[in-house]
């Protein structure tokens, strides 16, 4: 490539022909557009991968930096910085100087990024911790709401079965005061009747205390918590409150 290329001023056109000159090799004549050769040049600019005429400074261009940049070298020595140095008028001990405090800033900055790769696993290590002892402390809480549950779950069974008993000593002495007319009056009736009393006594007591230990259960907490979340009653009537067995 000439000086003219290099510097973008001339640059040949279709299959070599330097149309901006306005040359003819040969005197052929090949610049009249109505030879045959301008139409074999139509068609190479309109075949696959053809470049049209208006782009090839542009390309060029590209071309040249990408030459250039792969020309260039990656890195310098200390001793190509001591000659462009001289170059500028730079004694060679500011270089050095130059080279030295460069170095230092490269290794207080790798320290700099070691010390946060550190702390960066250090705080990954905790954050790992962290989630294990969530998960352990999820387990754990999981496991003592269902013990607690299963616990509360036992304890309304045995209500309902106090319960189911009162009624039927409840439906015993209501079928007792039926016949009552049918007794004769006397010491063996008033104990039938008396001892039908006692029995509800006996199983509404019963049914009270277990009604009360479910009740001061599930009003503590934790158990609070696992009775509000599992749908349990929070609290359970005692004999007074209860109007219909």
């Given at each position: 490539?000439?000086?003219?290329?290099?510097?973008?001023?001339?640059?040949?056109?279709?299959?070599?022909?330097?149309?901006?000159s306005?040359?003819?090799?040969?005197g052929?004549?090949?610049?009249?557009?109505?030879?045959?050769?301008?139409?074999?040049?139509?068609?190479?600019?309109?075949?696959?991968?053809?470049?049209?005429?208006d782009?090839?400074n542009?390309?060029?261009?590209?071309?040249?930096?990408?030459?250039?940049?792969?020309?260039?070298?990656?890195?310098?020595?200390?001793?190509?910085?001591?000659?462009?140095?001289?170059?500028?008028?730079?004694?060679?001990?500011?270089?050095?100087?130059?080279?030295?405090a460069?170095?230092?800033?490269?290794?207080?900055?790798?320290?700099?990024?070691?010390a946060?790769?550190?702390?960066?696993?250090?705080?990954?290590?905790?954050?790992k911790?962290g989630?294990?002892?969530?998960?352990?402390?999820?387990?754990?809480?999981?496991v003592?709401?269902l013990?607690?549950?299963?616990?509360?779950?036992?304890?309304?069974?045995?209500?309902?079965?106090k319960?189911?008993?009162?009624?039927?000593?409840?439906?015993?002495?209501?079928?007792?005061?039926?016949?009552?007319?049918?007794l004769?009056?006397?010491?063996?009736?008033?104990?039938?009747?008396?001892?039908?009393?006692?029995?509800?006594?006996?199983?509404?007591?019963r049914?009270?205390?277990?009604?009360?230990?479910?009740?001061?259960?599930?009003?503590?907490?934790?158990t609070?918590?696992?009775?509000?979340?599992?749908?349990?009653?929070?609290?359970?009537?005692?004999s007074?409150?209860?109007?219909?067995?």
């Open positions: 490539m000439d000086g003219r290329h290099a510097h973008g001023g001339h640059y040949p056109s279709r299959d070599g022909i330097d149309v901006s306005g040359a003819d090799p040969g052929t004549g090949l610049k009249r557009q109505g030879d045959g050769f301008m139409g074999d040049v139509t068609r190479t600019r309109q075949g696959p991968g053809a470049v049209a005429y782009d090839v542009e390309l060029i261009a590209t071309a040249t930096r990408l030459m250039q940049k792969d020309a260039a070298p990656d890195t310098l020595t200390p001793d190509d910085l001591r000659r462009i140095g001289e170059e500028l008028d730079i004694p060679a001990r500011y270089v050095d100087q130059a080279l030295e460069l170095a230092r800033r490269r290794e207080e900055q790798a320290r700099e990024a070691q946060r790769e550190r702390l960066s696993r250090q705080r990954r290590a905790r954050l911790q989630a294990w002892a969530g998960v352990a402390l999820a387990g754990v809480l999981a003592s709401g013990v607690v549950r299963n616990g509360l779950t036992a304890t309304l069974a045995e209500v309902a079965q319960r189911a008993q009162v009624r039927n000593v409840l439906e015993r002495r209501e079928t007792l005061h039926a016949r009552l007319d049918q004769t009056p006397g010491l063996n009736r008033d104990a039938e009747v008396a001892g039908a009393d006692n029995r509800v006594a006996v199983e509404q007591r049914y009270d205390e277990r009604a009360a230990a479910y009740n001061a259960s599930a009003a503590s907490f934790p609070s918590w696992v009775v509000r979340l599992s749908g349990l009653p929070a609290s359970l009537p005692l007074s409150e209860v109007s219909s067995w």
